[in-house]
C-alpha cells in the first residue's frame, strides 16, 4: 500500500520518463492513472477500517447506554417519584 510520499515519488518518475522521452504521453497516461486509481483503492480500504472501529465504537456505546446508564437514571427516577409522593402525601395531611 503505498503511502502518499511514495505515490508522489512514483508520479515524479513516470514525468521524469516522460520528460526525457523515454516513454510515450500515452503510456504515462496509463502508468500515472493505474498509480492514481492503486493510490485511491488504497484510501478506500483504510477508509473502510476507520469506518468499521466507528461502527464497533457506536455498537459499544449503545450497549453500555443500555445496559449500564439506563438502568440508574431508570433507578434515580424511581427514588424520585417516590420522594415526590411522600412530600405530596405530607403536604396533603399536614
Do not use: H
Given at each position: ?24 504521453k ?36 449503545s ?15 424511581m ?16
Amino acid at each position: 500500500m503505498p503511502s502518499d510520499a511514495e505515490l508522489l515519488s512514483r508520479l515524479r518518475a513516470l514525468k521524469q520518463a516522460y520528460d526525457e522521452g523515454l516513454m510515450t504521453k500515452d503510456e504515462y497516461d496509463e502508468f500515472r492513472l493505474k498509480e492514481l486509481n492503486n493510490w485511491g483503492e488504497n484510501q478506500e480500504e483504510k477508509k473502510s477500517f476507520w469506518g468499521e472501529l466507528w461502527n464497533k465504537a457506536c455498537k459499544f456505546g449503545s450497549y453500555a447506554l443500555r445496559n449500564v446508564i439506563k438502568p440508574i437514571v431508570v433507578g434515580i427516577s424511581m427514588t424520585i417519584l417516590t420522594l415526590g409522593e411522600i412530600l405530596i402525601t405530607g403536604l396533603i395531611e399536614a
